[in-house]
Nanobody, 121 residues
């Protein structure tokens, strides 16, 4: 059983910062990519950022220069540092990981339950 658990969401004023964390636990053989998606009310879920096992990163254009993704491989944890937050960043943020569980021994996508980020004055 593999589980992804997010933390760090909340209410912040425009221009503020938040740091999201996501820890993967369970019977994990290896982790390929880890990343963050978000879904705003009435909109489709979109990729925010991801990081590969070698540390390569990719960001959606709207967050470049403001968000930073990083990972602690020894802890199976991914972080999203969000600075200069804007009201349009308001969404539920979901952790995603493509990993190999010991029960399956092939790569699959796993998702967290999401954490709400609200940017408002």
């Amino acid at each position: 059983q593999v589980e992804l658990v997010e933390s760090g969401g909340g209410l912040v004023q425009p221009g503020g910062s938040l740091r999201l964390s996501c820890a993967a636990s369970g019977s994990i053989f290896s982790i390929n990519t880890m990343g963050w998606y978000r879904q705003a009310p009435g909109k489709q879920r979109e990729l925010v950022a991801y990081i590969t096992s070698r540390g390569s990163t990719n960001y959606v254009d709207s967050v470049k220069g403001r968000f930073t993704i990083s990972r602690a491989n020894a802890k199976n944890t991914v972080y999203l540092q969000m600075n200069n937050l804007k009201p349009e960043d308001t969404a539920v943020y979901y952790c995603n990981s493509n990993l190999v569980a010991t029960q399956t021994m092939y790569g699959m996508d796993y998702w967290g339950k999401g954490t709400l980020v609200t940017v408002s004055s």
